[in-house]
C-alpha cells in the first residue's frame, strides 16, 4: 500500500502525475464534485435559511462507490494530497473532499500546479498550503445565490409562461444581452451616403505614367451634392498638395486568457467555446498547455527565460523582446499563469488535428507576445482638386491614398491576431511621386452606401462582452454559452438577406453615366440569435424583476465574490443583502398566464387568433378558454415567430392535411398527424416517428407500415438474459433491467456482453441512469 494518496479531479491526470511521483505515490481523481447542494429535483431548495444560509450538502448518488474507494485509500495513506485545480471550484472540491473522507488536518494537504510537468508536480509536493476557506466560500456564496434565484424565480416562470422554463442570476443576463442586440439591429435604420473612389494617373518619380487608385475623406449626404462635386471634377485640375511618410510600429497581443483564447479560436479556427475547453482540458491533462481557466496574462520567470531562448534561436536576437503583462479585464480573479505551452520548444503537440490545431494557436501567442515590434512604414499621398472656373471655391475635401510597408515583420513573422469585426485589407507600398505633381481623373466613382447595423454575437464575441461587463469569469463562460443554448432560449442560426438597390454615378472621359445596381444586405451566418421563448422569457424578467437583469447589478455580484475570495466580505452577508432585496420581487408578481399577441379575428369561426406561449412552446391559437368551444392550437413552422407572423399566415397553419388516414395494418387504423415533435404514425395508442427525410404530407399505406417495422427492427434487443435485456438507445446500447437502464462503459462491444458481464455493469452504482419510464402509449 502506498505511503502518499494524491486527489485529483479528471483521471486523465492520474498516470501521468503518478507516474511523475514514484511507487510511494497512489494517484485517484474524484471526477469532478462529489456532492452538491440537495434538493435537485425535490419540492426543496436545499439552502437553511434560518441558519445563516446554510447550504445542505448531499453525496452525488453516482459518486457513492467513489467515495467508499476513496476513503479507504485515504485510511491506508499516511498523507492525503488534496490536488484539484486552483480556481475556486477547485479549491471547493478539495474542502469537500475533506469534509467527506472525513480527513485530518495534520495528515492532509492541499497542493495546486499550474501545470502537469515534473518540475510543476515536485514543487507542489515540497510546498503544500492549507485549504483556502476565503475561496471556498466564495464559491458557496455563489452557489447558494444561484440556487435561491433558480428555485424562486423559475417556478415563476411555469406559471406565466410555461412548464418547465429555468432562470438564472447569470444565464437571464446573458439572454438579454442577445435579446438587445437583436431588437437593435430589427429596430435599426441605414442611412445612405456616397462614397467617392478615384483613380489618377501621372508621371511618377521614375518617369513612367503611373497609376494610382484613392478614396475621398468626405462623404456625401445626398445624391445632389455628389453630382455637384463630380461636375467640378470634370472640369477640373488634379495636384499633389502633400505627401507624408512616417515609421509606425505594431505590438503583439498579450498571451492567452480563457476569454481571448476562446475569441480567437473562434475567429481563426471556428471553434465552438464548448469544443475550445474541451481541447484545452486534454492539453492541460496530458501536460502541453498551462491551466486553461485564467484571467492571467502573466508569464513565470522560467518561462520567459525558455521562450527567449527559442526565439533566439529560431530567428535571432533581433526578433526577440522581454515583455511582462499585467491583467486588465474587469474583476479579474485567478492569479495564476497566462494559458501557455509548457514545454515552448515544443512547436507540435496533440493527439488529433484539432487539438494541433489549438496548440498551434497557443505557441504562436505565446511566442509572439515576447517578440519584437513590427516595423512599418506609413505612406498618405493626398491629391487636390482645383476648379478651371476661378470663381469657384477650392473644395476643402481631399483624394488620398495610404499605404504601408512591413520594414521589419518582427512578431508578425509568428502571428497576427484578428477581431469580429475585420475587414479586407491589404498592405502595399505606393508608387513614388513628387509633391505638386499634376494628375489626370482617369475615372471618379460615387457609389451610394449604407451604414451596417450592429454585429449579431459570435461565441467568441459574446465571451468578449460578457468579460467587458464583468459577467461571469473564466470557469464559467463556458457554461453560459452552453445553458442557454440547451434551454432553447438561444440558438446558432443564420439568417438570409434582403435586396436593395443603390446608385452610382461614374465620371470617366468627361461623361457622367448613372446605373442602378442590387446587393443583399442584413445575412448573417452563425451567429447567436434569440428564440421566441428567449424573447418572452426576457421580457417578462426584466419587466418584473429589473435588478436581477441589470448588467451592473450582476457585475457588481461578481464583484462581491472577488472580495469574498480575497477575505474582504463576509459571505453570509452579501447572500443576505442579496435575498433580502430579491425575494419581495418574487411575492409582488400578479398571478395569471400572460396573454399573447393578438393578431386578428378568424373569418371562419369568428374567434380571436393569437400567437403565444404555449404548454410546448411558441404556437397559434384560435379563440379562448372562455369560450364554448375549445381552443384550436397550431405549432409555428420552422423560421415563424411570434412577434412577426401575419394572421394570414397563421390561418395557414391550420389548413395542412393532418391528420389524414392511410390504411388498416394488423387490423388496426393507421393515422398520419403531427405535433410538438414533428410528424408520426398513429396505431391504436403507439406512435412512430416519421424520419425527417420523408415528407409526411402524402404517405401511402406501404410507406408507413415501412416506419412501423424500421422502428420494431430496432427496438429488438441485442441479447435477452431472462430479465436482462441489451437493447439499442437514442444514444447507443444500454442495458435494462428491473425496470432502470443502465450505462454500457465506453470500449465495451454491447454484442459480446455476457450475462455475468451484464449483471456486474448492474452492480457498479455508477452505472445505473435512470428509471424506465415508457408505456406502450408513450410517442416512439
Known sequence: ??????????????????????????????????????????????????????????????????????????????????????????????????????????TTRRIVFHEITPAAIQNAIQTPRDIDYNLVNAQQARRVLDRIVGFELSPVLWKKLMPGLSAGRVQSVAV???????????????????????????????????????????????????????????????????????????????PFTTSSLQ?????????????????????????RITYMRTDSVNLSSLALGTTKKTIIEQWGERYHKTRQYHTSSKGAQEAHEAIRPTYIDQISAGTNDDEKKLYELIWKRTAASQMADAELEQTRIEISLIPNDTQLQKPTFLFVASGEVVTFDGFMKVYAPSTDEEKETTTALLPQFKEHTLLTGVEITAQQTFTKAPYRYTEGSFVKKMEELGIGRPSTYQTIVETIKQRKYVVIGSKTGQKRDFTTITLKNGK????????????????????????????????????????????????????????????????????KNFHPS?????????????????????????????????CIQIGTAQDEDKPLFASLAKGQSIYNITLDEALALFDSPFPYTVGEYEGKTLVVNTGIYGPYVKQDDTYYSVPKDIDATHLSLEDAIQIIEAKRQKQLPIHVFGDIQILNGRFGPYIKYNNANYKIPRGVKAEELTEEKCREIIETPASVTKKSTRTSGKRK
Open 586 to 618: 418574487i411575492t409582488a408578481v400578479e398571478k395569471g398566464r400572460l396573454e399573447g399577441r393578438e393578431l386578428g379575428i378568424d373569418p371562419k369561426s369568428g374567434r380571436v387568433v393569437t400567437a403565444k406561449i404555449g404548454r410546448r412552446g411558441p
Open 1 to 106: 500500500m502506498s505511503k502518499n494518496l494524491v486527489i485529483v479531479e479528471s483521471p486523465g491526470k492520474v498516470k501521468t502525475i503518478e507516474k511523475t511521483l514514484g511507487k510511494d505515490f497512489h494517484v485517484l481523481a474524484s471526477q469532478g464534485h462529489v456532492r452538491d447542494i440537495e434538493g435537485v429535483g425535490k419540492n426543496s431548495i436545499g439552502v437553511d435559511f434560518e441558519h445563516d444560509y446554510a447550504p445542505n450538502y448531499a453525496i452525488d448518488p453516482k459518486k457513492k462507490h467513489l467515495i467508499e474507494e476513496l476513503k479507504k485509500e485515504s485510511k491506508a495513506a499516511e498523507m492525503v494530497w488534496l490536488a484539484s485545480d486552483e480556481d475556486r471550484e477547485g479549491e471547493a472540491i478539495a474542502w469537500h473532499l475533506k469534509e467527506v473522507l472525513g480527513l485530518k488536518s495534520e
Open 512 to 579: 457622367l453615366t448613372e446605373k442602378t445596381k442590387s446587393e443583399t444586405y442584413g445575412a448573417d451566418s452563425q451567429k447567436l440569435m434569440p428564440t421566441d421563448l428567449g424573447f418572452i422569457t426576457n421580457d417578462f424578467l426584466v419587466e418584473q424583476f429589473p435588478d436581477i437583469l441589470n448588467y451592473d447589478f450582476t457585475a457588481e455580484e461578481e464583484k462581491n465574490f472577488d472580495e469574498i475570495a480575497e477575505g474582504k466580505q463576509n459571505w453570509v452577508k452579501v447572500v443576505d443583502n442579496f435575498y
Open 263 to 287: 475569441q480567437e479560436a473562434a475567429r481563426k479556427l471556428h471553434f465552438p467555446v464548448a469544443k475550445t475547453m474541451r481541447l484545452a482540458q486534454s492539453l492541460y491533462e496530458a501536460g
Open 176 to 254: 438579454r444581452l442577445i435579446v438587445d442586440r437583436e431588437r437593435e439591429i430589427n429596430s435599426f435604420q441605414p442611412t445612405a451616403s456616397y462614397r467617392l473612389t478615384a483613380v489618377f494617373e501621372g508621371i511618377a518619380a521614375d518617369g513612367e505614367r503611373t497609376q494610382l487608385k484613392t478614396e475621398l475623406n468626405h462623404h456625401f449626404q445626398t445624391k445632389e451634392e455628389a453630382l455637384e462635386f463630380l461636375s467640378l471634377c470634370k472640369n477640373g485640375t488634379f495636384i499633389i498638395s502633400s505627401i507624408q511618410m512616417k515609421p509606425a510600429l505594431r505590438t503583439p497581443a498579450p
